[in-house]
């Protein structure tokens, strides 16, 4: 049986102790009465200040996912939805859609911008061409945090107020919010088992982005794809390898069908974090019970969208054993290559882009000390484990 670690939460339960103090004044000596005088109109009582009540301002929304219905990431785009919805009582009604149905895909934060799309739970990755590379230090960050360090950087660290300045500099009026998390993915899928970094030399690899720049630095030829064309692009040789996303949206799509090998960990993917996105307008607009209504429910789904996401990649991941697929665990020396490779090309990307250079020394200098406190203070599953 697996040993499961309780985690105890304690709820402080605050008693609020009203006194009620009444004042009288001294008795007078008695003296003989006098005749009455008329008594006087009463005075009329102050009408009572009515407590605050919530705004009844109601705001519907027209959302979209850059993902199809099939994806655990336009699941999570619905979960917020929802919460925003019976959170407000119905003053946002939030309404998602997935990709293309009111824009084309990976347009939806400029839709956004433009007031096309009231929202988006979008990834900063997606469009870098318009905040520039440091997009991808706030997902798929090659080597970088996993969830738990990035959402700590973000709601501690200083993360947020450099996610909301990632926006300003550009000039672009959004508004974002960390609204849902997964785990590292797959490190992709092989014709062959990789054994070395030499073996990425012609390496036809589907891939894009910062990632996609970095394995052609490793001799790599990279091909850029939509996730649809992939399964038949592998089966007919067009390319030799690829990485799509975690073990439970790879499992739906038939990729272990394909007699590939599936390595791992996701060493260039070790978190995916996405991002709520309305125009400044909109939340300059919403009252303060509303706006810290829309701050909570990300909260909230962050966490709920990556236990959802996680069971589903665990249930997969037996799937996967059960189908008999080989598996592959990438060399240490590989995992340190590919850490290499990253890190220099983001001290190249640093050296010409300030702001990026800003956020990229923020989240060393976190993860140096947050690593080495974990490295201290967390117990290794692994020794957890070895009773068995």
Not at 149 to 171: I, R
Not at 183 to 209: H, I, N, Q
Not at 341 to 370: C, G, H, M
Request: net charge negative.
């Amino acid at each position: 049986m697996k040993g499961q670690r309780l985690v105890m939460l304690l709820v402080a339960v605050f008693a609020i102790s009203g006194l009620l103090i009444a004042g009288c004044a001294p008795e007078a000596t008695p003296t003989t009465p006098t005749t009455p005088t008329t008594p006087t109109s009463p005075t009329t009582p102050t009408t009572p200040t009515t407590p605050s009540q919530p705004s009844t301002d109601k705001f519907t929304w027209r959302m979209q996912t850059p993902f199809p219905t099939s994806f655990p990431m336009y699941t999570g785009g619905d979960m917020l939805a929802e919460m925003l919805n019976s959170m407000s009582a119905g003053r946002i009604v939030a309404t998602n859609n997935p990709s293309g149905a009111i824009v084309d895909g990976l347009k939806e934060m400029r839709a956004v911008v433009d007031k096309v799309l009231d929202a988006s739970m979008t990834a900063s990755h997606y469009h870098t061409s318009e905040v520039g590379l440091v997009g991808d230090l706030f997902n798929l960050h090659p080597g970088g945090p996993n969830p738990m360090e990035f959402a700590v950087w973000v709601y501690e660290g200083g993360g947020a107020a450099l996610w909301q300045e990632m926006y300003d500099v550009k000039n672009l009026p959004i508004h974002p919010t960390m609204a849902m998390c997964t785990s590292a993915e797959l490190f992709g899928w092989f014709a062959d088992p990789v054994t070395s970094m030499d073996d990425f030399k012609g390496m036809k690899f589907r891939t894009a982005g910062i990632w996609g720049d970095m394995l052609t630095e490793a001799g790599a030829a990279v091909v850029t794809m939509p996730g649809g064309e992939i399964y038949e692009s592998m089966q007919r040789g067009v390319i030799d390898a690829f990485e799509f996303s975690s073990a439970g949206p790879d499992y739906a799509a038939g990729f272990h069908e394909l007699g590939a090998n599936v390595h791992g960990p996701g060493i260039h993917a070790p978190q995916s974090a996405f991002e709520f996105v309305i125009h400044k307008d909109t939340w300059n607009k919403m009252p303060a019970d509303l706006q810290a209504i829309l701050t909570h429910a990300c909260a909230a789904n962050f966490i709920r969208t990556l236990a959802y996401v996680d069971y589903g990649d665990m249930v997969a991941f037996q799937a996967l054993k059960d189908y008999g697929t080989e598996f592959v665990y990438l060399p240490e020396d590989v995992q340190v290559g590919i850490v290499k490779i990253a890190n220099a090309k983001y001290d190249e990307i640093a050296a010409e882009d300030p702001f990026f250079a800003k956020v990229l020394q923020s989240q060393r200098e976190f993860l140096t000390a947050y690593r080495g406190m974990k490295a201290f203070a967390q117990p290794d599953p692994n020794i957890m484990e070895s009773y068995k």
